[in-house]
């Protein structure tokens, strides 16, 4: 039957590492591309007799990630050995956590697809702090086409939060948008900078097909090697369909992990899937539980800033702005950080969301620039706005101002004091201009007077031209008007 009377069950597994700056149970440090096996120790090899010690701002910041995720935080917590043998874990097993995570029973909303206008939410099982393994180099493109691998160890042991998500997701478009929103919330919290690109956050989708009405889950696939959300979405596409495929056929299910090969957008089998069992967990005998009082959890919640669902309310609340200004406004803590203060410098919340979403956002994306490395701030942008209001620019000469403030960081005043762009307000001035423009084109004085109203746009455009963008567009059009009534 076709995918369409399939329903499709997609729970994700997200790891982000944190933002420290040195490991979890160690003092090597964290940055990222050193060269390569230059940031280790016996304590991250695992070397015998090696102790690890917990950093404790590696707990913090997965208990951030929890409270952020409207999770439950245990007030005991514990490490165990979760035992494997890959070649990227010098020790033979990793720390992570079991039975007792940091953090459980959590959720985020995204919106439902194929219903833009329905939140849903999405469950979080449980958010466990563990340590990263080391990196696997390929001799080719990846680990299906290469001869042999290299290991570098320098990531061993940075700290990691793995975020276990329900069987909720219903499909691979909300698999994106979950793990979109997934990324917003980490990084308003500070905890990870999230960079796929330098794999601080990763993800492994299980996924699986059940014909609609059954309650049963299907045999899952689990697959590994996205490396970004339209990867991750393109995979599932592909698994969903492959998986109908094989349930019309009749074939036998088996639980497998699978990996994405980017290049012929396929997933091909890796390796029968694994158990719990199959890792033998125990209590990691080297370090002591976690007990976390009230006092600390509540110390934390307080350092959480407001979060993006509810700015983006509040900016909708407040200050009338649309939906979708206020979900892009607060998609990043640091632009929404930036919107706001404009609007206080400002006052006008609709005309500072019009330039941040139109010539900002232009600037960024054509330069290739992110918020933290913008030269402008927030004050210019609002001083800028007030300079149209008061006259001393117009609106056009303003985006050429806005240019050089966002390459060069210069107040706006500066810029237009040194280029000499203060807008021509002077009537006197613009009359004699107006009637040597209708000098030069009467052809569209006639059409004007023939009833042609719009040609007086061309004639504007005369004036605009003839004084480099600095004519006060509105006296113009005035101006102009009475000049051509005087013909009639």
Known sequence: MPLADYEIVIGLEVHAELKTETKVFCNCTTKFGGEPNSQVCPVCLGLPGALPVLN??????????????NCQIAPFSKFDRKQYFYPDSPKAYQISQYDLPLCKDGWIEIAADGEPDTLKKVGIIRVHLEEEAGKTVHSGTGIL????????????????IEIVGAPDLRSPKEAKDYLEKLKILLQY???SDCKMEEGSLRCDANISLRPKGQKEFGVLAEIKNMNSFRAVQAALEYEAARQARLLDEGEKMVKQTRAWDEAKGITVFMRSKEEASDYR???EPDLVPMVIPPERINGLRERLPEMPDSRRRRYVAEWGLPEYDAALLSGSLEMAQFFEAAVAAYGEAKAVSNWMMSELARLMNQERVEFGGLKIH?????????MIDAGTISGKIAKTVFETMFASGKDPEAIVAEQGLVQISDAGELEALARKVLAAHPQSVADYLAGKERAIGFLVG???????????PGIVNELLKQELEKQR
């Open 56 to 69: 404790e701002q590696a707990m913090d910041y997965a208990i951030l990630a929890g409270l952020a995720l």
């Open 145 to 160: 086409d290469s001869d042999y691998a290299m290991q570098d160890y320098n990531r061993c042991g940075i700290p990691l």
């Open 189 to 191: 919290t500070g905890v």
């Open 281 to 283: 967990y125990f209590p």
């Open 378 to 386: 927030s004050e210019q942008l609002a001083k800028l706005l007030k």
């Open 462 to 472: 005369q004036m605009m031209k003839e004084t480099k963008g600095r004519a006060n």
